[in-house]
Nanobody, 114 residues
Framework: VQLVESGGGLVQPGGSLRLSCAASGFTVSSYAMSWYRQAPGKERELVAT????????NYADSVKGRFTISRDNAKNAVYLQMNDLKPDDTAVYLCNRNIYRITWGQGTQVTVSS
């Protein structure tokens, strides 16, 4: 089982990025999947979750209205569309099962700076 995140980069405030999380060894639609982030010197923060049944989602207050989590069952992948990015969004972004977590991937760095 493995998770590989991609899509990060350097973006100016107000910009957008779309992160991808490719899963192997298990089926993402069978689990609630989440995006997390960890900034230097801070604890890991839960950003967004998409449930297995129905595909409903919820978000941290800090990203609500700006970020959207989605899932592509055919590609066995989870995505995070991030709009109106702010400097406080700078972090390494990682995905994992919301429960029954597996080994963390490397994550993808998102840097929001002018």
């Amino acid at each position: 089982v493995q998770l590989v995140e991609s899509g990060g980069g350097l973006v100016q405030p107000g910009g957008s990025l779309r992160l991808s999380c490719a899963a192997s060894g298990f089926t993402v639609s069978s689990y609630a999947m989440s995006w997390y982030r960890q900034a230097p010197g801070k604890e890991r923060e839960l950003v967004a979750t998409i449930r297995s049944a129905g595909g409903t989602s919820n978000y941290a207050d800090s990203v609500k209205g700006r970020f959207t989590i989605s899932r592509d069952n055919a590609k066995n992948a989870v995505y995070l569309q991030m709009n109106d990015l702010k400097p406080d969004d700078t972090a390494v972004y990682l995905c994992n099962r919301n429960i029954y977590r597996i080994t963390w991937g490397q994550g993808t760095q998102v840097t929001v700076s002018s």
